[in-house]
């Protein structure tokens, strides 16, 4: 059986949108590639920022 927190490990997990292995978040995005590419742009310009701070 699996743990509800081995998100990775089931689609069902509550962390998990329904019907989907992308986990819940704030761009509220079901797609795991836009997901991917959303969060390595809002890292990149953090890097940016604390360089320049």
Do not use: G, W
């Amino acid at each position: 059986m699996f743990s509800k927190y081995e998100v990775y490990t089931t689609a069902q997990s509550l962390y998990c949108y329904p019907n989907t292995n992308v986990l819940k978040n704030k761009l509220n995005t079901h797609d795991q590639e836009v997901l991917k590419r959303a969060e390595e742009a809002i890292t990149a310009v953090k890097q940016l920022d604390f360089r320049h701070s």
